[in-house]
């Protein structure tokens, strides 16, 4: 028995993966999404066995959910896009099920898992995905209201400790990361986002000044926000003065 997701942006092409899936009781459909963004939170939530998987969806394309994944699923690409068929391969895919294909090509994919003719494909993803993705995250998922949503790093302007969460601060809204404070330090580029609290990290490129009191120091952002700078992490901020 396997578990399984099927994520496409059209509500034709999950139609018909359903209904080809009839004729496999083996393969158990737990639930759907028709976006990027919908997409990794379901994966993570049911953790399938199998994922069919569309490439160009609203939010996040398909390559770009499998690296937010806390676990890597068997995936079989269905897509209209054939220029991505060299990449699912390079990433270890089961099989690439490019649209429009007929039950009989449908059974040639799943006859790939029936017949285990498939790889341990966890490292081989993880490593060859990582390969395309820059050292440091270029966007995060974080909460908003019932959604997970993507937001440009560079936006953030402060990141603030929330318990076991953080809170990430932009110009127009603050999220919330499942992410704790020191987790998200050591993701992003130190060289921007430094630390100046045990409850605080900055964005450099959005720091309007630097107050200088006695024997302390604060931050105020761009958008006016002021953080405090804790004495543990002053010498972070004296090795940016020059």
Not at 42 to 50: C, G, S
Not at 89 to 118: C, G, M, S, W
């Amino acid at each position: 028995m396997k578990k399984v997701v099927i994520i496409d942006d059209e509500s034709a092409g999950r139609q018909l993966i359903k209904q080809y899936l009839e004729d496999y009781p083996e393969l158990i459909l737990l639930g759907e999404a028709n976006n990027g963004v919908d997409a990794v939170k379901i994966i993570n939530e049911f953790k399938p066995d199998l994922v069919f998987l569309d490439i160009q969806m609203p939010g996040m394309t398909g390559f770009d959910v499998l690296t937010h994944l806390e676990e890597l699923p068997q995936i079989i690409f269905s897509t209209a896009y054939d220029q991505y068929a060299l990449k699912a391969f390079e990433v270890h895919a089961v099989d690439y099920l490019l649209k429009p294909y007929t039950k009989e090509r449908f059974k040639i994919a799943v006859d790939k898992l029936k017949e285990n003719v498939q790889v341990n494909n966890a490292r081989p993803l993880a490593e060859s995905l990582l390969m395309d993705t820059p050292k440091y995250p270029e966007r995060i998922l974080v909460q908003s209201q019932n959604k997970l949503v993507t937001i440009a790093v560079e936006d953030v302007i402060r990141i603030e400790a929330y318990g076991d969460y953080s809170k990430l601060v932009t110009e127009v809204k603050t999220y919330v990361s499942n992410y704790g404070i020191s987790t998200l330090e050591e993701k992003l580029n130190e060289s921007i986002f430094i630390r100046i609290h045990r409850s605080s990290i900055i964005n450099l490129n959005a720091v309007k000044e630097l107050n200088k009191y006695t024997k302390s120091y604060d931050v105020t952002m761009k958008n006016g926000d002021v953080v405090r700078v804790s004495r543990g992490y002053m010498e972070n901020i004296k090795k940016l003065m020059f």
